[in-house]
Structures are given as structure tokens and as C-alpha cells.
């Protein structure tokens, strides 16, 4: 049985093969296990709480945060996040005004004030970390 904010199995097995290998053979200390970091950051970012707060379940808070920070310096994060969105359903996604506001003056501008010219449209990106 999953817990509060983890991944269930199903979940686990499409990305399972996108994360680094545990065992690298290097001396030393084992490396936590991928899945247990994984939940951890999950747990964080879906909570809202700070790094100080993690469940002890998950180990010491600098072992999740060194992964995260390996883990987003390599890539790996956002590479998990773009194969994930590939396979999104579109038809789940819900956006409001919890999620994205308006600026206060985004209301009551005249209608037809600036003229959008198709020659000289500038295109806009999303940043890196939403591609």
C-alpha cells in the first residue's frame, strides 16, 4: 500500500528505467534506494513543506536534498518530466486561478489597443525547467 504522496507501482515502472543505477560499484556507503529518494522529493514538493520537515521514514533531509540537487544538475528530473508529459493526458489537465493569476490591470484595458502584427511576432518559450 502506497503511502500519502508516493508513487504506486505502476507509476515506479515507467520511470524506474530513467534514473541512474543504485549500485556503482564505487567503495564507500550504499546509496539510498532510488524509489525511497524519488517518494521523498515528491512528498516535498507535494506537501509544501521545507526540507527540514521531512517524515524521518525517508531518511536525513541533506540525503534527499544532495540526490535532488545530482539529480537536477544531471538532468535527470527534467528528463523524467518530459518523457511523463509525452504520455499526459490532456484531457486531465485543469487549470485555474489557484494555478495562474492575473495581473490586477489585465482587466479592463480598451479592446483592440495593440494591434498584433504576423510579420514581427515575437515566439514565446516556456522556460527550461517546463519544456
Known amino acids: ?13 515507467q520511470i524506474t528505467l530513467l534514473l541512474p543505477p543504485e549500485n556503482t560499484g ?11 529518494m524519488l517518494n521523498a522529493m515528491i512528498w516535498l514538493a507535494r506537501s509544501g513543506a521545507a526540507w527540514r520537515d521531512l517524515p524521518e ?8 536534498y544532495s540526490r535532488f540537487r545530482k539529480w537536477i544538475e544531471d538532468g535527470i ?23 495562474v493569476q ?5 482587466a479592463g484595458a480598451k479592446k483592440g489597443g495593440l494591434q498584433a502584427k504576423s510579420d514581427t511576432a515575437e515566439v514565446v518559450q516556456a522556460p527550461k525547467y517546463m519544456r
Not at 500500500?1 to 515502472?13: A, P
Not at 528530473?77 to 494555478?99: K, M, P, Y
Open 102 to 106: 492575473a495581473h490586477q490591470h489585465s
Open 1 to 13: 500500500m502506497s503511502r500519502r504522496y508516493e508513487l504506486t507501482d505502476q507509476e515506479w515502472e
Open 57 to 64: 521514514r525517508y531518511g536525513p533531509w541533506t540525503s534527499v
Open 26 to 36: 564505487k567503495p564507500g556507503r550504499p546509496s539510498k534506494d532510488n524509489r525511497l
Open 77 to 99: 528530473l527534467d528528463n523524467i518530466f518530459r518523457v511523463l508529459s509525452l504520455e499526459a493526458e490532456l484531457g486531465d489537465l485543469s487549470i485555474d486561478t489557484t494555478i
